[in-house]
């Protein structure tokens, strides 16, 4: 039959690739630079970063942008602004990705029962309402209050925060797909409830969840440098942007550069992952397809 | 042709099966006592409009009714002598796509768009065959051949956006097939499909027929669908069974007011109309239904007997439920 015999030729010369898809979009690329350029950053900083970030040089404090061999400065303790920016990427990086395994992970499961299961959805559904219904950094605060400041506080904290928030999402979605005849047609073949939302209805509402992440690792950025200005985030020990941030907001008339470089940091992740996050949102978007 | 014999009992017997639905308005009655049955090697056409019951009716046989908003509230669904009503969910799941199966409208959306056809045509039979590795394939290949479509190792790694509608309708029948069961339910296949198309999936049903003993249960509201493959047809209206009998019998001399409309409304080529004719008024509302008789309001035959229930009538071959049936039948003939 020559339906048989076109069909597939045709159609798959006509579909570039996804990846090509994706990357033909400005700020995928932008994005995509901007994340490479902080991932390098992070991998790298003991090898790129000029000093040790800790180490206390008390004669060179408070020294200006490209003084003596400092290229962003020092900071009251004598402790080289670029080395500890550098060194602050891996903790941010490694606390971002953490917070959103954690989140996507534990927020997508949820999501999936909650849409699938009308008998959990109600009280999974309120638990979710009554979890964002707290100020995110608040409920935070409280959780370190209670378990002490520490890395894992604010993966657990900003990750519970988080979850919901991709709860509600996926949840939104699996009732869309679980309502199409596709989902039916399983049934229809004697599948089971639990093979039905794991291998048709999981994959299909895996671009919001991607999508997601993408979303969710710029908010933990943000929300890691939030926790460690205000003291209850990474211990000071370890150099982060926030605890960056917080050090030099009593210096900040004396020493400008201590609270800009993190800042600019920060900025540049965060942009980052919100180009690429856009751009791939777009891309995963059948309705915008070939655009 | 094979119509169930008298003495045989039937494959799949739906015994004045009632069905409410859970409205704001109170539960509504979405099935009536509805009865069909299905022989060995028969296949079945169910009529009606949209709303008339007829997806419920097949919903119900499958036990994929949407739940919390339809409730059984009487009647037997039996199938080679089990009542499916009254079976554990666990067996009946297992008897879905094995013993039961069935095939959906909507080609477009009936297949997962983002998995191979060929893992798609393999779920069943890893489910039900508990076949593994090669031999899965194998089958799969096996099912597609048997459905027409060639070159089929080639196909198995395709999506479904990469086949055309008729290729996909076949693959959602290859998979029905897959675990040769008895009674294959198809809910409108070919109402999204090109009649040259239409005509080819229907071909393959009735060879499915022929070649694997294969029930079936269709259900369209397309008469020529009907007359084209049906070795019975049952004629719904609101919720209830009309008319039923021999496809030839009832499309030839349809004796309820309700089959003769649909005839009617039929365009014919052989005669130029300017204006299609149509049955007045409309399906009653679920939850305003009138007495008696439900399509007394839009009947021209009407008068004050038939707001009692209609008896059911045998004439000749054909079960009508209709107080005028007789009357009706004689003025048809004359």
């Known amino acids: ?291 | 042709m094979s119509v169930a014999g008298e003495t045989s009992p039937p494959m799949l017997a739906i015994r004045d099966l009632q069905l409410g639905f859970r409205s704001h308005r109170g539960d509504v009655q979405a099935l009536a006592g509805v009865s069909i049955e299905v022989g060995e090697r028969e296949i079945v056409g169910i009529v009606g409009e949209s709303g008339c019951g007829k997806s419920i009716t097949a919903l119900s046989v499958m036990g994929l009714l949407p739940e919390g908003t339809t409730r059984v509230m009487g009647g037997s669904i039996e199938f080679r002598g089990d009542d499916l009503l009254t079976l554990p969910p666990r067996e009946r799941r297992q008897m879905r796509g094995r013993d039961i199966a069935m095939v959906f409208q909507e080609p477009m959306t009936s297949l997962n768009p983002i998995m191979p056809i060929g893992d798609q045509i393999a779920e069943p039979i890893r489910l039900h065959l508990g076949l593994k590795g090669a031999a899965v394939t194998e089958h799969a290949l096996d099912v597609l051949d048997k459905v027409g479509i060639p070159r089929s190792r080639n196909i198995l790694p395709d999506y479904p956006h990469q086949l055309s509608g008729g290729m996909r309708q076949r693959v959602m029948i290859a998979i029905a097939l897959a675990c040769n069961p008895s009674l294959i339910i198809a809910d409108e296949p070919t109402t999204a499909l090109d009649v040259t198309i239409q005509g080819q999936i229907l071909d393959l049903m009735v060879e499915a027929r022929d070649t694997f003993g294969t029930s079936i249960l269709f259900i369209t509201h397309d008469l020529g669908v009907v007359a084209e493959i049906c070795d019975r047809v049952v004629v719904m209206y609101a919720g209830k069974v009309v008319e039923t009998g021999r496809t030839d019998e009832v499309l030839s001399s349809p004796r309820h007011p309700y089959t003769q409309g649909l005839m009617r409304s039929l365009p014919s080529l052989d005669t130029r109309q300017e204006r299609l004719e149509t049955i007045p008024g409309s399906v009653p509302a679920l939850f305003d239904m009138p007495r008696g008789c439900r399509f007394r309001p839009r009947c021209s035959y009407a008068d004050d007997g038939c707001r009692r229930d209609p008896p059911v009538e045998v004439i000749g071959g054909q079960k009508v439920k209709c107080w005028k049936a007789r009357q009706i039948s004689g003025v048809h003939h004359a």
């Open chain 1, 1 to 291: 039959m020559s339906i048989a015999a076109e069909q597939p030729a045709v159609s798959t010369s006509r579909e570039p690739s996804f990846l090509v898809l994706l990357f033909s979009r400005g700020s995928v690329i932008a994005g995509s630079f901007l994340i490479a350029l902080m991932v390098l950053t992070a991998v790298l900083a003991h090898w790129i970063a000029p000093f040790d970030p800790n180490a206390l040089n008390i004669a060179n404090r408070l020294q200006p942008p490209g003084s003596a061999a400092h290229l962003l400065g020092t900071d009251e303790f004598g402790r080289d602004v670029l080395s500890r920016v550098i060194h602050g990427a891996r903790t941010s990086l490694a606390i971002g990705i953490a917070i959103v395994a954690f989140a996507v992970g534990i927020g997508t499961l949820i999501g999936l029962v909650t849409g699938f299961y009308n008998r959990v959805d109600m009280v999974l559904s309120r638990i979710m309402d009554g979890l964002m219904s707290f100020p995110g950094l608040v409920l935070a605060i409280a959780m370190t209050g209670v378990m002490g400041a520490s890395s894992t506080t604010v993966v657990l904290a900003l990750g519970i925060v988080y979850m919901p928030r991709v709860a509600r999402i996926i949840r939104s979605a699996v009732l869309v797909v679980r309502e199409l005849s596709y989902v039916e047609a399983c049934f229809a073949l004697g599948a089971t409830r639990f093979y039905v939302l794991f291998r048709h209805v999981l994959p299909n509402v895996m671009s919001p969840i991607i999508i997601q992440a993408t979303f969710i690792f710029s908010y933990a950025v943000l929300g890691e440098a939030a926790l460690s200005f205000l003291g209850v985030g990474v211990p000071p020990t370890q150099p982060s942007w926030g605890n960056m941030l917080a050090e030099a907001r009593t210096f900040i008339v004396l020493a400008w550069w201590m609270a800009l470089f993190p800042g600019l940091a920060i900025m540049i992740t965060v942009l980052g992952l919100n180009l690429f996050g856009d751009g791939l949102r777009d891309a995963l978007d059948p309705k915008l397809k070939g655009r």
